[in-house]
């Protein structure tokens, strides 16, 4: 059993289709389906069920693929690691985050980044939920992760300091001037709520927020995207809350809550950071993650949303 059959399984799965993957991976086809037959002669029964139109994981192969991805995915990691260690040009490194992170904070550390190592490439996997993202570093998606510290992670955690989460309203809401805003202030108004808004205990958080509060929150929108969600409550849809960093790129106004709610960022890899994603992090904890969104402190957070 090779490294390279692994792949080429992952790839067919991928491409749910035998020609789509030959061609991707360079191969002719019928190499390529040798290659899958050798793999499962080996596994001891079928992997895949070919169809007319595509193929289909047997109950053997939806056991087989999720060590088939890591496999392959690990030695991505560890070319990647090699590459990056010893400061060769054209290496990559692979980070995953959330939607609203990678809108609002990353941008402009990207832009120092590439200025410092022109030759390493960045590859981005971005995920709407923290859930979604700690399955995707579970299954090696990514050498390193950014998003809310993750509950009981076996790898190294690295805190990156506190995101303030803030409401969103329109320019000419009445609210507009005050320079804090209490969760009951609220009660009367009109909400745009988001799906990636976190979920506690199988509720929404701000549902949570707002019964502790006295009230349930009149929804007037909901949206999928967190930057749509800005939008709309900068048109005066409704009140908003989210990240201070997502709303920067809009007119809105942000105010801040009282009491003050924050969110710890963290970066998380699995294994002990070293090469390029130790210097990314290291980017990550100096002036340029704290300076766009970011406020540190040797506190826990006021308010924490879960995610």
């Known amino acids: 059993m090779s490294l390279r059959q692994m792949e080429y399984l992952v790839t067919v799965v991928e491409e749910a289709s035998f020609t789509r993957a030959a061609e991707l991976l360079g191969v002719t086809q019928s190499a390529l389906s040798h290659q899958v037959k050798a793999l499962e002669r080996e596994a001891g029964g079928p992997l895949l069920e070919r169809l007319p139109r595509g193929v289909r994981l047997t109950p053997m192969g939806r056991a087989f693929l999720p060590h ?14 090699a590459h990056a260690a010893a400061g060769a040009e ?3 490194l692979h980070l995953a985050t959330l939607h609203a992170l ?6 402009g550390l990207f832009a120092r980044w590439r200025r410092e190592r022109p030759g390493m490439r960045l590859v981005v996997h971005e995920y ?15 050498d390193l992760a950014v998003g809310h510290r993750p509950k009981d992670w076996p790898g190294p955690v690295v805190s990156l300091g506190e995101e303030e989460v803030v409401a969103v309203v329109a320019p000419d809401d009445p609210l507009a001037g005050r320079p804090v805003v209490r969760l009951t202030d609220l009660a009367d108004r009109d909400w745009v709520r988001c799906a990636l808004e976190p979920v506690v205990d199988g509720r929404r958080f701000l549902d949570l927020a707002c019964e502790r509060a006295g009230f349930t929150p009149r929804t007037a929108v909901d949206t999928e995207h967190s930057s749509t969600a800005v939008s709309m409550a900068a048109a005066g849809v409704g009140v908003l809350i989210t990240a201070a960093h997502a709303a920067t790129r809009h007119d809105c106004v942000t105010l801040p809550l009282d009491p003050p709610w924050r969110r710890e960022v963290t970066a998380f890899s699995r294994v002990r950071l070293t090469g390029a994603a130790a210097a990314f992090v290291t980017l990550l904890r100096g ?3 704290q300076r766009v969104a970011l ?6 957070a006021s308010t924490s949303s879960g995610e």
């Open 102 to 107: 990678a809108v609002g904070v990353l941008p």
């Open 90 to 92: 054209g290496g990559e």
């Open 128 to 142: 709407a939920t923290g859930e979604e993202l700690r399955d995707a570093m579970e299954h090696g998606v990514a």
């Open 68 to 81: 088939a991805e890591l496999a392959v995915r690990s030695a991505g990691r560890a070319w990647r690691a």
């Open 287 to 289: 002036t340029g993650c």
């Open 295 to 300: 406020k540190s402190s040797d506190h826990p």
